[in-house]
């Protein structure tokens, strides 16, 4: 399935759902998330999946440097 290019509107959006943590930013990656349209009348919807991400994320292990090639 082909994922549609995200409008600003919808950046705009994803980007206030993420708290401003220290240690939390938004990037461009290969995985992608999706979220209902319906979410965004109600986007406190989206928190507890925030929130739990969020957790998930900081349990893990800090991500080490890639060696440095010649």
């Known amino acids: 399935m082909k994922m549609p290019t995200p409008s600003e ?3 705009q959006f994803f ?3 993420i708290p401003d943590t220290p ?3 938004v990037k461009p990656m290969r995985e992608y998330l999706a979220l209902p349209d ?3 009348g109600t986007p406190d919807r989206a928190t507890p999946w925030v929130e739990r991400a969020l957790a998930e994320i900081g349990a893990l292990p800090p991500k080490q440097p890639k060696p440095r090639k010649r």
Do not use: H, I
């Open 15 to 17: 980007r206030s759902l």
């Open 9 to 11: 509107e919808d950046k």
């Open 23 to 25: 240690g939390v930013e």
């Open 38 to 40: 319906r979410w965004r």
